[in-house]
């Protein structure tokens, strides 16, 4: 048996207005697992999109406090969302019903809850403190990781000292990280949220795309005696990562020679034999295990970058800021546990008000890559059509996650949060205090943020109003806050995304932690590649594939 949820066209209009909104599951029939706590949500879902949110506020005057939450140095307010706190009693139901709490455990306890590659999701353990201790499967975990991160740290002091040099004796005065994905977006995103804490000593450099224009753009201005590539591959073979490093290996090459590699080119990799073939000594290369997914691995070897630009005190307390979600998620109960509100709140719009898309908006400069990084950690890990058990979903998964750095959407995209057809939850994300001086423009932005949330959940509407200068309102938005943008902060708001992440994933019944729609066009790629090069005769394509790869011959020559 399921129970049938109707998705509708959006929360009804504000006054007299003729606003319809559109979803991307427009009057579908989405199913969930019989239960009388599905049943009782799909009976209060009806009763709720007829809501609004000014009479909500107006009917509850503790509303704000009874739906703001606050752990590990974030404060979550729920209260501008079109819920009651009755909603999430029951979508707190319904998740125990999906065994939520029963599968966040068994992460925990380290069961190899990744069933399609038979692996268990162990990111956590990276945060354990030193000290602490967790076995698994007859091994204690947490010595390993603190060596590894005694290493990292050895380095680190070493290259910030200036300890370490290039092959002319010349201190390092940049790094560039090649990696794609999780290698890439994490330390990438990190480094730049927490830019008032790295050194300035060293500048830090991204390189990721296989596209050759990135790779000219990021060495063009950099010396090969000063320059130092940390090489980003769990296996060494990723097809991107690959191309990027010969490319930076046959640039360094160009002034230095074969025994000089050792002191420009370090590894975060476990192919040891791979790795030494390249040049790189292994004894500068950091490892990490098969329980450590790509985009859950910033906390691991792969934030050695993000460790050489901060410290490793710094990068310490990142971790630390994890840890303290962690313990927060594993133990605070789904009512007032912030990644299951986040998580749930997310399924509740997705299946109930059939919104495509879920925007994040971080209102501080530092955080303009922190959309990229959730679009790899919501996307990559919940846009899934099958179940745990290899059944085709009978609900949406994930949303389409998506934003940029506030002010700057509000010249952009805005108008469409709030005169647009479609219903669009906004997480709003703000630090109450800057790690700069100029303190009044602090201010503009904070009033900038809040009045953006209270604009999209108010609207405005009289009868003097043209249509087109009316806003329709009842838009929801989360608001997330932090005291200041610190290591300890930022690890907080990463794992809490990520728990976030698995909840939802959880409610949906599906694998988050494998990722083979990532497969199908590298496979594919390859053929056409040996194709293009005139190592292969073609193979059979449609006409359109075709087509384009004879013209790219003809081109290239």
Same mark, same amino acid.
């Given at each position: 048996?399921?129970?049938?949820?109707?998705?509708?066209?959006?929360?009804?209009?504000?006054?007299?207005?003729?606003?319809?909104?559109?979803?991307?599951?427009?009057?579908?029939?989405?199913?969930?697992?019989?239960?009388?706590?599905?049943?009782?949500?799909?009976?209060?879902?009806?009763?709720?999109? %007829?809501?609004?949110?000014?009479?909500?506020?107006?009917?509850?005057?503790?509303?704000?406090? %009874?739906?703001?939450?606050?752990?590990?140095?974030?404060?979550?307010?729920?209260?501008?969302?079109?819920?009651?706190?009755?909603?999430?009693?029951?979508? /707190?139901?319904?998740?125990?019903? %999906?065994?939520?709490?029963?599968?966040?455990?068994?992460?925990?306890?380290?069961?190899?809850?990744?069933?399609?590659?038979?692996?268990?999701?162990?990111?956590?353990?990276?945060?354990?403190?030193?000290?602490?201790?967790?076995?698994?499967?007859?091994?204690?975990?947490?010595?390993?990781?603190?060596?590894?991160?005694?290493?990292?740290?050895?380095?680190?002091?070493?290259?910030?000292?200036?300890?370490?040099?290039?092959?002319?004796?010349?201190?390092?005065?940049?790094?560039?990280?090649?990696?794609?994905?999780?290698?890439?977006? @994490?330390?990438?995103? /990190?480094?730049? /949220?927490?830019?008032? &804490?790295?050194?300035?000593?060293?500048?830090?450099?991204?390189?990721?795309?296989?596209?050759?224009?990135?790779?000219?753009?990021?060495?063009?201005?950099?010396?090969?005696?000063?320059?130092?590539?940390?090489?980003?591959?769990?296996? &060494?073979?990723?097809?991107?990562?690959?191309?990027?490093?010969?490319?930076?290996?046959?640039?360094?090459?160009?002034?230095?020679?074969?025994?000089?590699?050792?002191?420009?080119?370090?590894?975060?990799?476990?192919?040891?034999?791979?790795?030494?073939?390249?040049?790189?000594?292994?004894?500068?290369?950091?490892?990490?295990?098969?329980?450590?997914?790509?985009?859950?691995?910033?906390?691991?070897?792969? @934030?050695?970058?993000?460790?050489?630009?901060?410290?490793?005190?710094?990068?310490?307390?990142?971790?630390?800021?994890?840890?303290?979600?962690?313990?927060?998620?594993?133990?605070?109960?789904?009512?007032?546990?912030?990644?299951?509100?986040?998580?749930?709140?997310?399924?509740?719009?997705?299946?109930?008000?059939?919104?495509?898309?879920?925007?994040?908006?971080?209102?501080?400069?530092?955080?303009?890559?922190?959309?990229?990084?959730?679009?790899?950690?919501?996307?990559?890990?919940?846009?899934?059509?099958?179940?745990?058990?290899?059944?085709?979903?009978?609900?949406?998964?994930?949303?389409?996650?998506?934003?940029?750095?506030?002010?700057?959407?509000?010249?952009?995209?805005?108008?469409?949060?709030?005169?647009?057809?479609?219903?669009?939850?906004?997480?709003?994300?703000?630090?109450?205090?800057?790690?700069?001086?100029?303190?009044?423009?602090?201010?503009?932005?904070?009033?900038?943020?809040?009045?953006?949330?209270?604009?999209?959940?108010?609207?405005?509407?009289?009868?003097?109003?043209?249509?087109?200068?009316?806003?329709?309102?009842?838009?929801?938005?989360?608001?997330?806050?932090?005291?200041?943008?610190?290591?300890?902060?930022? @690890?907080?708001?990463?794992?809490?995304?990520?728990?976030?992440?698995?909840? %939802?994933?959880?409610?949906?019944?599906?694998?988050?932690?494998?990722?083979?729609?990532?497969?199908?066009?590298?496979?594919?790629?390859?053929?056409?590649?040996?194709?293009?090069?005139?190592?292969?005769?073609?193979?059979?394509?449609?006409?359109?594939?075709?087509?384009?790869?004879?013209?790219?011959?003809?081109?290239?020559?």
């Amino acid at each position: 048996m399921v129970v049938k949820t109707t998705v509708m066209r959006g929360p009804a209009p504000v006054g007299p207005q003729h606003f319809v909104m559109h979803s991307a599951h427009d009057s579908t029939t989405c199913t969930l697992p019989a239960s009388p706590a599905s049943a009782a949500l799909a009976s209060h879902a009806q009763e709720a999109r %007829q809501w609004q949110l000014t009479a909500l506020f107006d009917a509850d005057p503790s509303r704000a406090s %009874q739906l703001s939450f606050e752990a590990a140095g974030l404060l979550l307010d729920l209260s501008k969302h079109l819920i009651r706190p009755d909603t999430l009693q029951l979508l /707190a139901d319904f998740a125990r019903a %999906q065994g939520v709490e029963t599968l966040r455990d068994a992460m925990f306890r380290g069961e190899r809850i990744n069933l399609t590659e038979n692996r268990a999701a162990l990111h956590p353990v990276l945060r354990l403190p030193r000290g602490a201790r967790f076995d698994w499967e007859g091994e204690e975990l947490v010595g390993e990781v603190q060596q590894v991160l005694d290493r990292m740290q050895a380095f680190a002091e070493r290259v910030r000292s200036g300890e370490w040099t290039g092959h002319s004796g010349q201190r390092i005065t940049d790094v560039v990280n090649i990696g794609i994905g999780g290698s890439d977006l @994490g330390p990438a995103m /990190a480094c730049s /949220a927490l830019r008032p &804490f790295a050194t300035p000593a060293l500048r830090f450099h991204f390189l990721s795309n296989v596209d050759g224009h990135a790779t000219d753009a990021v060495l063009g201005p950099l010396d090969p005696q000063t320059t130092l590539f940390i090489i980003s591959s769990k296996t &060494f073979t990723t097809q991107e990562t690959l191309l990027n490093a010969q490319a930076a290996r046959t640039w360094f090459l160009r002034s230095g020679q074969q025994k000089d590699l050792a002191r420009h080119f370090v590894a975060v990799s476990t192919n040891a034999q791979a790795v030494a073939d390249f040049g790189i000594d292994t004894a500068n290369m950091f490892t990490f295990r098969d329980w450590v997914g790509g985009r859950y691995s910033i906390w691991s070897a792969i @934030g050695l970058s993000l460790m050489l630009a901060i410290g490793p005190e710094h990068f310490r307390a990142f971790l630390a800021g994890a840890h303290a979600m962690d313990e927060h998620f594993r133990q605070a109960p789904l009512e007032r546990n912030l990644p299951a509100l986040l998580g749930m709140v997310g399924f509740w719009y997705r299946q109930f008000f059939g919104t495509g898309t879920q925007l994040v908006a971080p209102y501080h400069q530092d955080l303009a890559l922190f959309p990229a990084y959730l679009q790899q950690l919501e996307m990559e890990s919940n846009g899934k059509h099958i179940t745990r058990d290899g059944k085709p979903v009978a609900t949406p998964t994930a949303p389409v996650t998506w934003g940029s750095v506030g002010t700057n959407g509000q010249h952009a995209y805005f108008q469409l949060l709030h005169q647009g057809t479609d219903l669009i939850p906004t997480d709003f994300i703000a630090a109450l205090k800057p790690a700069h001086a100029h303190s009044a423009r602090h201010r503009a932005l904070l009033a900038n943020c809040f009045a953006q949330a209270e604009a999209l959940m108010h609207g405005i509407d009289g009868p003097s109003l043209a249509p087109h200068r009316r806003f329709p309102g009842n838009r929801p938005s989360s608001m997330l806050l932090l005291d200041q943008l610190t290591p300890s902060t930022l @690890g907080s708001l990463i794992a809490l995304y990520e728990h976030k992440t698995f909840v %939802q994933g959880a409610l949906w019944n599906i694998n988050s932690f494998d990722q083979w729609g990532v497969e199908l066009g590298k496979t594919l790629a390859s053929r056409i590649l040996a194709e293009l090069e005139g190592t292969s005769p073609a193979a059979a394509h449609d006409s359109s594939t075709a087509a384009l790869i004879a013209r790219a011959r003809t081109a290239l020559g």
